[in-house]
């Protein structure tokens, strides 16, 4: 539990070799957006999540808690999800002293493809030099938050 930091990016291409990264396969469900609290699996380890506001309102750090959850809550949590469950595949790229979290997202969202990086600090955050294959920051657009994509009507 603490503060997350994190900048979020579109991409231009997809990197060399990204079939060679480690992975995770994560599916999440919202319970509420305003604050949001999701339920997560990952592989085979199940969550909740709790993510605050951050001290300056910005998109760019929150407070974020996490609570381990068995399969069995898990799967009940994310029946009771509150719009649209979000699937996706998260590629770990090392990129300087960072990992950059790619994530390909499956229906109803194939074709988005969003990368994620997180920071100590914001200052770190901040003066983080983004590789070339990286597009426009998003951090601050909601429409490329999950939490927002939970509530996108089809």
Known sequence: ????????????HLPDNVES???????????????VIRVRREDDRYYMTYKGVGGDNTSLAHEEYNL???E??????????????????????PYM???????????????????EVEFATEDKANDFTPPEWFAEDVTDRKEYRNSYLSRKKF
């Open 72 to 93: 069995e809550s898990y799967r009940t949590l994310s029946s009771k999800a509150d719009g649209n469950v979000i699937r996706k595949k998260r590629i770990l790229i």
């Open 97 to 115: 002293d960072h990992t950059i979290e790619l994530d390909i997202f499956d229906e109803p969202f194939k074709g988005l493809i969003i990368a």
């Open 1 to 12: 539990m603490g503060m997350e930091i994190e900048r979020k990016f579109t991409i231009k």
């Open 68 to 70: 381990a959850l068995t």
């Open 21 to 35: 990264y480690g992975f995770h396969i994560i599916e999440q469900a919202y319970l509420t957006t305003e604050p």
